[in-house]
């Protein structure tokens, strides 16, 4: 008997060794390391946004990578440009950036009741031409709210127009670049005085 209590030992170690491991899902995703793992990886993307069977946006990206999960985005690492378009499909501004991500947030109107909604924030390098190239925006950040197509930013941002230069910290603008203000204007300066 002794000499078989070596192999039993062994067999009862690796028994109990398999019956005490399990892969709970709700363990796994308790840690949320696939939430990091893409669901898709897309490249040379073209997606067009529409509103009443009329496209209003086309975004164009190197690449693609979607995230699914609780922390569901969309990231564009590559760089993307946005062409939001009028009634006749005309560009009527056309918005590019090094990087940005689409998600949901939440935001609160101005009664402080919050609801979701889908944003794009673009990072680095962001510049915002008019359609017709007489006003351009420039900041490092800068936030498009997709189901009230409207753009913000709180970051400095620098607005060139023909005959001036005028910046200063946040900014409010309707998604085709049209109206427009910054929050709080730093300096203006003619266009003759100053060039960016």
Do not use: H
Request: with cysteine; aromatic share 10%.
């Amino acid at each position: 008997m002794m000499k078989y209590l070596p192999v039993y030992l062994l067999g009862l170690s690796v028994l109990l060794l398999f019956s005490a491991c399990e892969n709970d899902i709700n363990e796994v995703r308790r840690f949320g390391y696939y939430e990091e793992v893409p669901t898709e990886v897309a490249k040379d993307v073209e997606m067009l946004y529409s509103d009443s069977l009329q496209v209003r946006v086309r975004v164009r990206a190197p690449e693609l990578v979607r995230y699914g999960g609780s922390k569901l985005r969309e990231e564009f690492n590559e760089g993307l440009e946005v062409d939001f378009l009028s009634d006749n499909l005309q560009v009527s501004s056309r918005l590019t950036a090094k990087s940005a991500v689409k998600k949901t947030i939440t935001v609160r109107d101005e009664k402080g009741r919050a609801s979701r909604e889908p944003v794009v924030i673009v990072r680095d390098s962001v510049v915002l031409v008019s359609g017709n190239g007489k006003d351009i925006l420039k900041t490092d950040e800068l936030i498009w709210y997709e189901n009230s197509d409207k753009l913000a930013s709180d970051a400095f941002v620098t607005i060139i127009k023909p005959d001036q230069v005028i910046y200063g910290f946040g900014f409010d603008s309707d998604g085709e670049f049209g109206t427009w203000r910054i929050r709080s204007v730093a300096g203006k300066f003619d266009k003759g005085s100053f060039d960016p």
